[in-house]
């Protein structure tokens, strides 16, 4: 099956997962590039994406796998959708088959921590012990209620650097699948553990998939 390697960037963030995925329907059917679709009742276009984004969340490596009705060459088939998206999402390649979604395991993603009134005193220091320490545990709701997630260890490694007198960055590399980090945890663990270093905004970046062993995973 076919894969495409996306991004989701500007105003795009704001699109929520579903919408996402009937605006690569409407853009599949604008390029002529017609989906094969699903066996049942309910019959539907052969399309998903892997591991959807947080909403108001960017990225360069978001992955559409999809099934036409007919082969095309991935060049055309990039080159057709681009013509056919939104500004902010914009197929970067098209691979023929792309590894198993199961062998995706982590993510690199950057958090931008926003303090309109400029960083904290000693907040680099405090939020690096904070995610040095040996557990780290968080509520976590799910279907069957709330339980508790220690998030050490999803937590490969972890940067953290001052960009500006009001922005400190967040570089992580952490698990994505059984088990899975959402790199917002990190802002509540911040808020919960370290209140007066909660910052305004959080920006939510993602920047790279890889395989257990740290392989690129798509190419």
């Not at 999402?89 to 098209?94: N, P």
């Not at 050490?152 to 899975?180: A, F, T, Y």
């Not at 917002?184 to 663990?189: K, N, S, T, Y």
Request: proline fraction near 6%.
């Amino acid at each position: 099956m076919p894969r495409a390697l996306f991004e989701k960037v500007g105003s795009a963030r704001f699109i929520s997962h579903l919408d996402l995925m009937r605006l690569f329907q409407r853009a599949f059917k604008r390029a002529g590039l017609p989906l094969t679709h699903t066996q049942g009742f309910n019959p539907r276009p052969s399309v998903s994406i892997a591991l959807p984004l947080s909403l108001g969340a960017e990225s360069h490596c978001e992955l559409l796998d999809f099934d036409l009705e007919s082969p095309v060459a991935p060049e055309e088939i990039r080159d057709r959708l681009n013509a056919a998206l939104i500004d902010g999402i914009r197929v970067r390649e098209v691979y023929d088959n792309g590894a198993k979604i199961k062998y995706l395991a982590l993510l690199q993603s950057r958090l931008t921590l926003e303090y309109d009134g400029g960083i904290p005193a000693g907040a680099e220091s405090a939020i690096g012990q904070l995610f040095a320490q040996e557990a780290l545990v968080l509520e976590k709701k799910n279907r069957n209620g709330v339980t508790q997630q220690d998030i050490i260890p999803m937590i490969r490694n972890l940067e953290i650097s001052r960009i500006s007198e009001g922005e400190l960055r967040l570089d992580v590399l952490h698990c994505c699948q059984n088990p899975s980090l959402n790199p917002m945890q990190l802002g509540a663990a911040i808020e919960k553990y370290l209140p007066e270093l909660a910052p305004d905004y959080i920006r939510v970046f993602r920047k790279e998939i890889y395989t257990e062993d740290k392989t690129v995973f798509f190419r």
